[in-house]
């Protein structure tokens, strides 16, 4: 065998395992771009029913085990779930809101404040420092949750009968990062739990 044959095999076979590294390479990182997809789910908020806390446009990511099994949501958690509400493509409306209610909770709305189980909830967080509408002494079904938007002049939330409470089945997961704008980039934080 000649020189230049031995050195066009050595060549050939170094050219295929950098194409070998390469091919690898890419469908470790299609695999993690996969298994981060099943975890956690991007989403732009697209309304102003979460005011001042999320802005139209705000880039959010959610985590979509949050829920799993056992794990529950809690007062305060911002979750984003399939609503009964039609969207413009004929799918069910995905909403962002705010967990205030968990099963067996007792809500009352009157006179613009909300009471929980007989005790006045803080509206400090919200765009106006109140809610309107009336329920009164509505008790939350098994396995429900009763959400708010904090903008609550404007959102369309459990308080209507075209949301409702929402199961538990229907939550797509716990908003738990805002990555856009860079000005508010961080963690969600929970205004029920930072006191």
């Not at 968990?102 to 400090?124: A, C, F, H, M, R």
């Amino acid at each position: 065998m000649s020189e230049d044959n031995f050195n066009d095999q050595k060549q050939g076979r170094s050219v295929g395992k950098a194409v070998l590294y390469w091919v690898i390479e890419i469908a470790i990182a299609v695999a993690i771009a996969l298994l981060i997809i099943q975890v956690i789910r991007p989403t732009i908020v697209r309304e102003t029913s979460m005011l001042p806390n999320f802005q139209d446009g705000n880039y959010l990511f959610v985590y979509r085990l949050a829920y799993k099994g056992d794990k529950t949501p809690q007062k305060g958690d911002v979750i984003i779930f399939k609503s009964n509400l039609e969207g413009d493509n004929g799918k069910p409306k995905m909403l962002i809101k705010r967990v205030i209610g968990l099963p067996g909770d007792k809500i009352t709305i009157e006179n613009n404040d909300v009471w929980i189980n007989g005790k006045e909830d803080t509206q400090s967080y919200t765009h106006d420092g109140e809610t309107n509408g009336t329920i009164i002494n509505y008790t939350v079904p098994k396995n429900h949750y009763f959400c708010m938007g904090d903008n609550r002049l404007v959102s369309i939330d459990s308080r209507y009968a075209s949301v409702g409470a929402v199961p538990k089945s229907k939550i797509v997961g716990k908003v738990v990062f805002r990555l856009y704008p860079f000005s508010e980039i961080g963690t969600i934080k929970n205004p029920y739990q930072s006191k």
